[in-house]
């Protein structure tokens, strides 16, 4: 375990708020989200070192599985929130080409960019991922960090970032490599979870956006802006997750994901859990279920989309141009 000053800041004051462990794989082990004395940060701290948090990456990890893979009915949902991913790209850099996604996981976005006419590479440190991604769909990745990649500076028109941020040790550090790796007016778009969704407040530890403890930071939209400019870049813009099916159906995965993490605590999780998987599961698992629920949900999505309230948020800025 390792002791760290504020990952934004860099003061060495902080004040316990969130305490947790490992529900998602169940790895042993407690910690705690630190809020910074200075600027508000939240943070892990202690944190597991680079060895120690190789054990809370198992090999079913569960968010190495590709949409391709499932039903035609998810299949439909991935492919509505990867055309929502390459439009916010593509509105940030219209005459774009070359893209790197950094976490690409399974390489179902950089897929998708290349059908739009990019021109994809990827980075991926787990090697099944990267495996799958380059077999199936074709494409060239990098497994390992993106620190240790030979990319030569200004090599990309955009670089993306879908929930990877709030993983990485040093979050500056990795925004900071970023710009390098752009090209004058280039763009980064990344998505992390937001510290001031609705969902953060109600489940507290239990909120599936602390993650204990692969998430080492946990931002709001403040600390997103003031990341992104301490890097470098400039304008940068808070958004939530983009479309309105996108947006609830994002909410309901964050929802049953901290019910779930509740329930595993719950001393009758036998039972909630029936209950879960007989009214939430068929929403999120079939079109009888999630249309009218989409319906009558649109005022909660829209007005939590313009309060910015939502569980995850999207950020674009750009590299200033030459």
């Not at 996604?101 to 991926?124: K, N, Y």
């Amino acid at each position: 375990m390792e002791t760290v000053r504020c990952l934004l800041c860099g003061h060495d004051k902080s004040t316990p708020r969130v305490r947790g462990w490992d529900r998602m794989c169940g790895v042993e082990g407690e910690y705690t989200l630190s809020e910074c004395a200075h600027c508000g940060f939240l943070f892990l701290s202690p944190r597991p070192d680079a060895d120690e948090i190789k054990r809370h990456y198992p090999a079913d990890y569960p968010f190495y599985d590709s949409f391709f893979d499932q039903s035609d009915y998810v299949k439909s949902i991935g492919m509505y929130e990867m055309d929502k991913r390459c439009e916010a790209v593509t509105s940030a850099v219209g005459g774009g080409r070359d893209i790197l996604d950094i976490g690409c996981s399974v390489g179902d976005f950089l897929a998708t960019m290349e059908t739009r006419g990019w021109q994809p590479r990827g980075v991926e440190p787990d090697s099944g991922a990267a495996a799958y991604a380059a077999e199936r769909h074709g494409l060239d990745i990098y497994n390992g960090f993106v620190e240790d990649a030979s990319f030569e500076p200004g090599s990309f028109d955009a670089v993306t970032m879908w929930e990877v941020l709030e993983h990485t040790p040093q979050p500056l550090d990795t925004l900071r490599h970023v710009y390098d790796l752009l090209r004058p007016g280039g763009a980064v778009v990344l998505s992390v979870p937001n510290r001031n969704s609705i969902q953060s407040k109600v489940f507290g530890t239990y909120w599936i956006g602390n993650d204990f403890p692969r998430h080492y930071s946990v931002f709001s939209p403040r600390h997103m802006r003031q990341a992104l400019r301490t890097a470098g870049f400039i304008g940068p813009k808070i958004m939530s997750q983009r479309g309105r099916l996108g947006a609830m159906h994002n909410e309901i995965i964050f929802l049953v994901s901290s019910i779930g993490l509740w329930i595993n605590d719950s001393d009758s999780s036998r039972g909630m859990r029936r209950v879960v998987n007989r009214t939430v599961v068929p929403v999120i698992t079939k079109p009888a279920g999630i249309i009218p629920f989409y319906i009558a949900t649109l005022p909660a999505s829209f007005a939590i989309r313009k309060l910015h309230r939502g569980s995850q948020m999207v950020a674009i800025a750009h590299k200033p141009a030459a």
